[in-house]
């Protein structure tokens, strides 16, 4: 049973983001539950915003991927709302993949109260906010005063805000 878990977790390991292609659904903490039983498996998984336009995709592809593990004969994913998608389940390595395709993590919350975001590309602290709509819901446009580049970085998405 644990081998074929094992096997599950590391298939999900290749399901890309549609829009980012170095983040995993696991990368991003998508991944709440997954149940293996007789051949059948269950997913449920965490949408990172309502009404995101890639759910369908990546309902697909994780599909596509269980269905490679050995043992698998059906597979059910569902999305679920509870608990909320924050963005404090992105793993460590989805943070240094978000960075690896240009896009800075979620910011991080100060003691002060304030946000803090990096740039992605120099890693300059020097970066201010240049629309808080980026290309999807889920991102904003920043500028590195740095590295003079544009930039765009994940929102902050939590459950105490």
Known sequence: MTLVKDSLMTSLESVKDPEIDTVSVIDLGMVEDVSFEEGHVSVKMLPTFMGCPALEIIQKNVEEALYKVDGVESVEVKFINNPPW???????????????????????????????????YCGSTYTTMENIFG???????????????????????????
């Not at 404090?88 to 975001?117: C, K, M, S, Y």
């Not at 920043?142 to 459950?159: D, H, I, Q, R, W």
Request: net charge neutral; glycine share 6%; charged share 25%.
């Open 86 to 120: 924050t963005s404090d389940r992105i793993t460590e390595q989805g943070h240094v993949r978000l960075r690896e395709f240009g896009i800075a993590p979620p910011p991080t919350h100060l003691e002060n109260g304030e946000w803090h975001v990096d740039c992605p």
């Open 135 to 161: 290309p999807t819901a889920c991102r904003s446009i920043l500028y590195c005063k740095g590295c003079k580049n544009p930039f765009e970085a994940m929102k902050p998405v939590s459950t105490i805000m």
